[in-house]
């Protein structure tokens, strides 16, 4: 489907007020697609598409929306409009929409709603945010324990067209408990007669309602899940978390790990949304202490200065600097970046740092063995060194190597054993650090072996 050719029918049947024509149009498109289109739309036409929709396609369009809108919408449209809308949405995503609108704007939203669905939305807007509770929806199947499979298949006719999904049942005793789960698939392959109880998987993967969302996420992906229950301290089941959800967790996750990576405050809104003042307020605080620190670089150079001084060898060792700061970083960035990747996809943690210590100081013993050999030709022959120059900047760039690798590897599993996330210890960091470190090894060896 080419989409410039449909968004421009689109707009040509919404110009030309073929309204009717306009609403057969959408009712062929994916719901995503309708929410698509109309973030093209002013005010004015953004509301008017939005009438033009069934009510019950328009909740589902609304999840989709980008949170402006949203909040255009719930200010343009009446409150009976309101109301019929959150009635239709689903919980978990009313409360998603809930969580990024301004306060004036969640009282009128709340006000137009039921009662007992108001209930049900300041309960989970009570949970902490990113937190598995605020991620729940209560739209799920759950069946009591003690049913037959014609009960089962009963009860999920009565009432799945409300759930948000049925593929997986929930088994419950009397006290809400979740004791365990049903493929649909399971169930409606067995005999009507059979109890529910003899099909049931008691191998249930659940996560509290206080679980962090990247825990959720995790579990998630371990287990290859397309749902997962939500449980209680008691054991009680209080919800479900879907795939769509998990999705959006991990692309946040996923962003705001890149953010610190790169040595940004994680920011809420999308770039093209966010001022030039907010996206420096975002940077500002990590360079400030990144200058800061580097500021102990320069101190370390000034303190050989005699060593630097204006001579052959001094002007060698000067030239020689930058290549050995910019290989140290990005030695380090190397092994930050995949244990990094490692920690977030639970293939490392804190207990396998020796196995992942000796591995990165093996790498770093060839890595830096290689150098070793092209740094102390390329210095004899381009810059026309001393041996003993020669050999200073060589051994003292094998030192370095070996030690961002080390550091590379050891400070993200150290930042995530203390609670700290991982991500802090990417490229900025680790480059700053091994600056400092590789600049006093160099004048250590310098100072050792030119005998200054």
């Not at 009662?115 to 989970?124: A, D, G, H, T, V």
């Not at 961002?404 to 802090?424: E, H, I, M, Y």
């Amino acid at each position: 489907m080419d989409w410039e050719i449909v968004e421009q029918r689109l707009m040509n049947l919404l110009n030309g007020g073929k309204h009717s024509e306009l609403r057969g149009a959408l009712m062929m498109l994916n719901e995503v697609d309708i929410a698509r289109f109309m973030e093209t739309l002013d005010k004015e036409k953004l509301l008017l598409t939005f009438r033009i929709l069934p009510k019950d396609v328009s909740a589902d369009v609304f999840a989709y929306m980008s949170a402006e809108q949203k909040q255009t919408l719930v200010e343009s449209i009446g409150d009976n409009e309101i109301r019929s809308l959150i009635e239709d949405m689903f919980l978990d995503d009313t409360v998603d929409f809930l969580e990024e609108l301004p306060a004036n704007v969640v009282k009128r939203v709340l006000q137009n709603t039921s009662e007992s669905k108001r209930n049900l939305i300041n309960q989970f807007l009570r949970y902490p945010e990113n937190s598995a509770g605020s991620l729940m929806t209560i739209e799920y199947m759950e069946l009591k324990r003690g049913l037959t499979v014609r009960e089962a298949m009963s009860a999920i006719k009565k009432t799945g067209l409300d759930k948000e999904t049925i593929y997986t049942l929930y088994i419950i005793d009397q006290a809400r408990h979740l004791i365990g789960t049903i493929a649909l698939r399971t169930l409606i392959l067995a005999d009507d007669e059979v109890l529910i109880d003899s099909l049931m998987d008691t191998n249930i993967i659940s996560v509290n309602t206080m679980d962090d969302q990247e825990k959720v996420a995790e579990t998630v992906r371990e287990y290859d899940l397309m749902t997962i229950p939500v449980v209680d301290n008691e054991h009680r089941l209080v919800g479900i978390i879907t795939a769509d959800d998990v999705m959006d967790v991990i692309e946040d996750e996923n962003t705001e790990d890149f953010e610190k990576m790169a040595a940004l405050t994680p920011a809420e809104d999308e770039y093209l949304k966010m001022t030039p003042w907010q996206l420096a307020k975002n940077r500002l605080p990590w360079l400030l202490l990144l200058a800061t620190v580097a500021i102990v670089t320069g101190m370390i150079i000034t303190n050989y200065e005699t060593l630097l001084e204006g001579t052959g060898m001094g002007i060698i060792l000067t030239a020689c600097i930058p290549m050995l700061m910019d290989t140290g970083g990005n030695c380090g960035a190397q092994a930050s970046t995949l244990m990094i990747r490692g920690i977030a996809l639970g293939e490392i943690e804190f207990k396998d740092i020796g196995k992942a210590l000796w591995k990165e100081v093996r790498v770093g013993l060839i890595i830096g063995t290689v150098l070793f050999i092209y740094t102390f030709v390329r210095v004899y022959l381009i810059n026309h060194g001393s041996l003993a120059v020669c050999f200073v900047v060589s051994i003292s760039l094998f030192c370095t190597v070996l030690m961002s690798k080390s550091l590379g590897c050891v400070l993200p599993l150290t930042a995530k054993r203390l609670g700290f996330d991982p991500a802090l210890m990417a490229s900025p960091l680790i480059t700053t650090i091994v600056d400092m470190a590789s600049l006093i090894v160099y004048f250590t060896i310098a100072t050792s072996v030119l005998g200054v």
